[in-house]
């Protein structure tokens, strides 16, 4: 593999994890449980698409194929995509959204951090500005696991649910291979392993203050770095690509 | 036509999601540079990155400097990122006036649960306000509510 090709891999990787989760939150957009979050679900959508752009910008510059930004987020395959399965899971209630968001806050917290430092110019740029963003959000979703765990005896009991379900998609995030190696050799994107324990120290504190637990053991599920998902990115993508598949190259 | 010339009509262009803050005093222009004689470069930042408003400004400046019989490009550049600190005293005052508070120096965000910055009201100047969501009506606002007028308001957050 050369550095281009590692290049191109970990920015869709990335891009594909901020399009598909801020598809997610926007499907909020007009069902949130109170007007207020309602705003704050899509305003988070927004910065996670636009921070997708960037990073689609970027790939198809690098990947250098004559494909846009737009190619690359609406005409792949399911197969192509390789975001991290946390991200794809449903929407479920408000606490599973809020749940899922602080798994990967947290996660892309320390890692945009780290990326902060990248000796890739455009990619340090982006990471400057991405960085900001994620602090409102990190807060946002903290914020409301404690709120929601330490609530009342029915939000507690389903948002602890949530943690044990989600918590399955946590090691994913880590996941390393030789994309990561040759990249992280160049100085240009942070090693995962280095903030692990940080990051559960991190959760874990949050989690102790809303009265809610990891599960002890819990089966770890991976794939969507390789492109192999669960069943629910396919019904995504449906939504996600209608209008490109039904009228393509269509623009407004 | 000279630099400040094109600054001054760039002045017209304003903040479609705020339109009291021109693009200028919103910090979004970066750079304006000749290219020929009558074809400019204007380089602008965004906001937030998903910020909507960029592909309208992006059109608003080609469409003033078109008054002009000047053609332009816009460039669109992430580095160095915006910082509220750009947002110019003009702009900040004419915030306040409009009745959204400008950003408050809020402290080191990277403390999770730090201590809440005071916002004050733009309409009663009272301090007592709590806030309603980190997230307004736009990517650049929070919510908040006077506690002692009342008054439900904008604020402009704070990003650096
Ligand atoms: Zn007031």
Known sequence: MTKQEALFEFLLRKADDSLIIGHRLSEWCGHGPILEEDIALTNIALDLIGQATELYKYAAKVEDKGRTEDDLAFLRLEREYKNVLLVEQPNGDFGKTIVRQFFFDHFEHLFYEGLVNSKDERIAAIATKTIKEIKYHLRHSSEWVIRLGDGTEESHERVQESVTALSRFIDEMFYQNDVDEILIKEGIIPDVKLFKDEFYKNIEAILEEATLKLPAENYQMSGGRKGVHTEHLGYLLAELQYMQRTYPGMEW | ?160
Request: with cysteine.
């Open chain 2, 1 to 160: 036509m000279k630099t400040e010339d094109i600054w001054a009509m760039l002045e017209d262009v304003t903040d479609p999601e705020v339109p009291v803050l021109t693009v200028v005093d919103l910090g979004v222009v970066r750079d304006v540079i000749q290219l020929e004689k009558n074809h400019w470069k204007i380089v602008i930042t965004p906001t937030y990155t998903g910020c909507p408003a960029m592909q309208v400004i992006e059109e608003d400046i080609k469409e003033r400097l078109g008054k002009e019989n000047i053609t332009s490009e816009v460039e669109l550049v992430l580095s160095p990122a915006w910082t509220t600190d750009w947002l110019s005293q003009e702009g900040r005052r004419k915030l306040e006036e409009y009745g959204i508070t400008p950003p408050q120096d809020e402290g080191d965000k990277s403390v999770l649960f730090g201590e809440r910055p005071v916002i004050p009201c733009p309409r009663c100047k009272s301090r007592n306000t709590r806030l309603i969501s980190q997230f307004g009506s736009t990517a650049c606002k929070a919510h908040y509510q006077c506690n002692d007028c009342h008054e439900p308001f904008d604020y402009f957050k704070c990003l650096k």
